[in-house]
């Protein structure tokens, strides 16, 4: 008979080894590991499917429904709080983070993703190569509830910024962090001036009908005229120091993107250097976009969750961001250490006709596919159970 690696019951039991480094509730590290790696297993948060791809793992008799009832159970029980556990593991996963490039930028994209009328999540996002990784998270009611304006309010997102400060500069001191935030935080002015005070760099997208006071007329005074009145190149960007923005008159500079490619132009303001700042928002995209993707059609299928009461939803959406952070991981580990993998047929890179490498299968979705390649497999592949990030 052929010998099984990585049995689903020893990588199980790794996982709660890992886990019991920020949890001491027994009760908890006897299911949440089998829970956690259920989830990446089955692809889904639907329960039913999770409950059936934990039920396989059962060594003795047990009911699917029981199985099922007990995952509800332990999502909804308020002794269990899985957000403090990723907050550890996060930091956990940063103290061990070392960054390859000199220029020692950290760059931080943050938005709001819907979980259709249901749940409203602020989400911040470290980048790692092309794409990122959660590393801080609030959930609040939907658009259904009496509280929908909550997730928005300036004191959450505040208090974000102010979270992913201290870490990163607790992990990395010389840090250089750059916040990165689409064009519904562009006429967040005070958002803006915090994070100035705190010595980072923003880039913010803005919208075009914002004003600002300038010179026009050489021979006039300062007027205030639409931002996207300001002269400006049809196929390259425009830069500009020291504008005065809103009656307060916060001074910041600005980069004008046009590009023939896109209809639409870019409206960046930043406190750093306007050169750099549409090199820093074009990171946005993979940085958050794609973490939002890979929560929803491209990994766990998030909007699925019939999930109404926000606790049970915030335990659940904690281990789908643990897993995301995995996998990432994982995916990390193929392109590192590439000669581990050399001969599973998993190719996450290809050269171009100019001999150029691009990848071709994101980190996590590299992750992902050796995950399950790994699990019960005649033959043996290397899964690390570590939380080991690489910047490569």
């Known amino acids: 008979m052929s010998k099984l690696y990585n049995e689903y019951s020893n990588v199980v039991n790794d996982f709660r080894i890992f886990f019991s480094k920020f949890s001491n509730s027994k009760t908890l590290l006897r299911f949440v590991p089998n829970l956690f790696c259920s989830f990446i297993f089955a692809e889904s948060i639907t329960l039913s499917k999770v409950a059936l791809t934990s039920f396989k793992s059962y060594d003795h008799p047990v009911l699917l429904d029981s199985v099922y009832k007990r995952i509800s159970r332990t999502l909804h029980n308020s002794r269990f709080s899985f957000h403090s556990i990723f907050d550890s593991i996060v930091i956990d996963t940063l103290s061990r983070y070392k960054l390859s490039h000199s220029d020692k930028n950290v760059h931080i994209s943050f938005d709001h993703m819907f979980v259709e009328t249901k749940f409203t999540i602020l989400m911040f996002t470290l980048r790692v190569g092309k794409q990122g990784v959660p ?46 935030a689409d064009r519904w935080f562009g006429n967040f002015f005070p958002l803006m001036h915090f994070i100035d005070s705190l010595g980072d760099i923003f880039v913010f997208r803005c919208k075009q009908n914002l004003k600002v006071f300038y010179h026009k007329y050489p021979e006039n005074h300062k007027i205030w005229i639409p931002i ?54 074009g990171y946005r995209f993979g940085s958050i976009e794609f ?32 897993a995301n952070l995995y996998l990432t991981c994982l995916g990390s ?6 000669h581990c993998y050399k001969n599973l047929g ?23 596919i050796l995950f399950k ?16 990030l690489y910047d490569t």
């Not at 997730?151 to 992913?164: D, L, T």
């Not at 929560?295 to 019939?306: H, I, M, P, W």
């Open 291 to 322: 973490l939002f993707k890979s929560q929803k059609t491209n990994g766990f299928y998030l909007e699925e969750t019939g999930i109404k009461k926000i606790h049970a939803f915030e335990n659940l959406y904690s281990l789908i961001c643990i």
């Open 135 to 180: 590393i801080y998270f609030k959930v609040f009611q939907g658009a259904n509830s009496d509280y929908k304006g909550e997730a928005f309010k300036m004191r959450h997102i505040k208090e974000g910024v102010s979270y992913c400060h201290s870490l990163i500069k607790s992990v990395i001191p010389d840090a250089n962090i750059i916040f990165l």
């Open 228 to 281: 996207i009145d300001l002269p400006h190149l049809i196929h390259a960007s425009k830069l500009y120091t020291n504008l005065e923005f809103t009656r307060n008159k916060y001074v910041f500079n600005l980069a004008y993107c046009k590009s023939k490619n896109h209809k639409e132009s870019w409206l960046l303001i930043t406190n750093g250097n306007p050169k750099f700042a549409k090199i820093y928002y």
């Open 346 to 368: 998993l190719t996450i890179t290809r050269k171009s006709k100019l001999n150029n490498t691009y990848r071709v299968i994101s980190r996590f979705r590299a992750g992902l």
């Open 373 to 388: 390649m790994a699990i019960d497999c005649i033959r043996y592949i290397r899964l690390p159970r570590t939380f080991t």
């Open 333 to 338: 580990d193929i392109s590192k250490n590439s």
